[in-house]
Nanobody, 122 residues
Framework: QVQLVESGGGLVQAGGSLRLSCAAS????????MGWYRQAPGKQRELVAT???????DYADSVKGRFTISRDNAKNTVYLQMNSLEPEDTAAYYC????????????????WGQGTQVTVSS
């Protein structure tokens, strides 16, 4: 019913930039929030950044000042601009959306993308 499709990952040298995109599609009534998480090998999945429908954002301390999350509500798309990338940013990045579908019971639930790999070389 709902798909989140990520793009924009890849290999980049330390200090470089990448821009991730995630488009949500399907029987969506409203999207309350969208965000990005990441998971490095052997580590737990962690929050990178989130943005709610009103535009407020939140970031992990490790990416503040380097990453910027933005959203195009008309396209149900969220972006993550990543600058000054470090080898420690290497991980699989997953898009997340908290949304309500139609038809449904009106309850919001979380959906996940398939992940896109970001590799930062030193």
């Amino acid at each position: 019913q709902v798909q989140l499709v990520e793009s924009g990952g890849g290999l980049v040298q330390a200090g470089g930039s990448l821009r991730l995109s995630c488009a949500a599609s399907g029987s969506i009534f409203v999207i309350n929030a969208m965000g990005w998480y990441r998971q490095a090998p052997g580590k737990q999945r962690e929050l990178v950044a989130t943005i709610i429908s009103g535009g407020s954002t939140d970031y992990a301390d490790s990416v503040k000042g380097r990453f910027t999350i933005s959203r195009d509500n008309a396209k149900n798309t969220v972006y993550l601009q990543m600058n000054s990338l470090e080898p420690e940013d290497t991980a699989a990045y997953y898009c997340n959306a908290i949304l309500i579908i139609l038809p449904g019971n009106g309850e919001a639930r979380a959906y996940w993308g398939q992940g896109t790999q970001v590799t930062v070389s030193s």
